[in-house]
């Protein structure tokens, strides 16, 4: 009898492992911040064989995916390539935003302490993301025994990528030069990380998120992960989140063209390079399942739009804040807007309340007297985005990019090429945000298990990734997701 039962467990044990989905062993998400799609061309010529251009010669590009949300920066970047969401599902609205009237920090989250520091740099968790991640969705489906680790200098993008199951996220303590984590994640650093930051560290405050020592500084963190976490080596597929920060530093100082943007892109191909040979040696060619992508564009310099005849220009959004609390104090005797974020206005609730006034009769106000400015192509009740007339695209990318409560009550949409920024002929920099092509255009190229070489101009949108990969997976798709499955040709 105890033969038979032991026979039985045996047999069931056999079918069990038989019956494990197929997965690969390691996941890796690759995230470049502010990389526009064009990027893979514009500089093919001079990329190396084994970095950017391997992704392309041996993997899937599909070449026309677009952020399907406006406004387009970091945090949502991050968040939305990971929940396959948008911002009106994850709630991430932006980098910074305003809650309960108080200007707030994506991840700031004053329940955790830094954890290799004494900054408040490490005061950092996903508690106000609210959809699941691919990672998330991984350790569910492995009932938790997946390793899912996040690596940037970015806090943000490291933390929103890696997911609330993570089991750590590390980040670039700027005031300590060294990479750090928080007590949302542990008590205190691994000792291989104490060791990393022993050997790889900055002088204090020096700012490495401008200098191109920030991506080799990143994939080297990356790279002592897979080692010292034997990532992709064990029983479960496991999950390592990069994402490169410096070339969004680089590109808002110096703008899309130049040398400071050219050598950061060059840099990024050579330790991509290196970056993809360790993953061969680790974890072994076509065992790993890679994408690479970026969180949003950039838009071109204006003054060098303008000098080539390209309709382009600077947003003062001081002074259209001014200029419309100025309006809003003559008619109501109070001035009631906190500031702009987002290309958003956001209203003090509680001093419209104060003043006995209706918040509704404010917000029309408010957008009358917007619209007479000619910079604006569009000024509207964010509560009322389907019912304003515009192109049903850009309706869809803001109704996708407002959350109540994290995003401003009235949304502008400025004329393509006038992005808010400094108003000056010596303005070289660059910025993101607006749903314009140069800032929703991005990379998506996949490379490895059971992904077939090609490229496909089908319409594909950021948050298609998520459902990919985890249908590749066999896990299911994050809570929030919206996207669709876009299988990279010869997946199985
Ligand atoms: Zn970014």
Redesign the pocket.
């Known amino acids: 009898m105890k033969k038979m039962t032991l026979l039985a467990v045996g047999l069931l044990t056999a079918v069990m492992a038989w019956a494990q989905p197929e997965r690969p062993k390691l996941v890796v998400g690759l995230v470049v911040?502010?990389m526009r799609w064009d990027y893979l061309y514009y500089y093919y010529n001079e990329y190396g064989t084994g970095g950017l251009r391997r992704l392309l010669d041996e993997g899937f590009s599909f070449e026309n995916t677009h952020i399907d949300y406006a406004p387009t920066?970091?945090a949502i970047?991050h968040a939305s390539v990971y929940t396959g969401s948008v911002p009106a599902l994850h709630g991430i609205a932006g980098n910074y935003f305003y809650q309960d009237d108080r200007d707030v920090y994506c991840c700031t989250d004053p329940k955790v302490r830094s954890v290799g520091s004494d900054s408040r740099e490490g005061q950092m968790s996903p508690h106000r993301m609210l959809a699941t991640t691919i990672g998330d969705e991984l350790q569910t489906a492995t009932d938790f025994r997946s390793k899912v680790i996040g690596v940037a200098l970015k806090d943000r993008a490291s933390i929103l990528p890696a997911g609330h199951a993570a089991d750590a996220a590390y980040w670039w303590d700027t005031s300590a030069g060294h990479f750090v984590s928080s007590t949302y994640y542990m008590k205190e650093l691994p000792q291989w990380v104490q060791n990393f930051n022993r050997t790889n560290h900055t002088e204090p405050k020096f700012n490495i998120k401008t200098s191109n020592l920030g991506v080799t500084m990143t994939f080297r963190m990356a790279e002592a992960a897979l080692e010292n976490e034997r990532l992709g080596q064990g029983g479960e597929t496991d999950m390592l989140t990069v994402s490169i920060s410096s070339t969004?530093a680089i590109g808002h100082e110096f703008s899309t063209r130049g040398k400071e943007n050219h050598d950061v892109y060059m840099q990024l191909d050579k330790d991509l390079t290196h970056f993809l040979q360790t993953l061969d040696e680790k974890v072994g060619k076509g065992n790993y399942l890679l994408f690479m992508t970026a969180?949003?564009g950039a838009a071109h310099n204006y003054n060098y739009m303008k000098a080539n005849h390209i309709p382009a220009g600077a947003w003062n959004y001081k002074k259209t804040v001014a200029g419309l609390n100025a309006h809003l104090k003559g008619r109501f005797g109070i001035s009631p807007v906190m500031g702009e974020d987002n290309y958003q206005f956001y209203l003090n609730d509680s001093v419209i309340a104060a003043a006995g006034l209706k918040k509704q009769d404010v917000v029309d106000t408010s957008v009358e007297f917007l619209k007479q400015d000619p910079q604006f192509l569009y000024v509207f009740d964010e509560e009322k985005i389907a019912t304003t007339t515009m192109p049903e695209w850009l309706k869809t990318r803001m109704v996708n990019g407002y959350f109540r409560g994290r995003s401003g009550e009235i949304g502008v949409i400025t004329r393509p090429q006038f992005f808010g920024a400094k108003d000056s002929p010596d303005y070289r920099g660059t910025s993101h945000g607006q749903p314009y092509p140069y800032d929703t255009h991005i990379p998506w190229v996949m490379m490895g298990w059971h992904v077939g070489h090609g490229t496909s101009n089908a319409e594909t949108r950021i948050t298609d990734i998520a459902p990919t990969v985890c249908a590749m997976l066999k896990v299911q798709m994050p809570s929030g997701a919206v996207g669709k499955v876009c299988l990279p040709a010869a997946a199985r």
């Open positions: 911040d502010q920066y970091t970047g969004d969180d949003h």
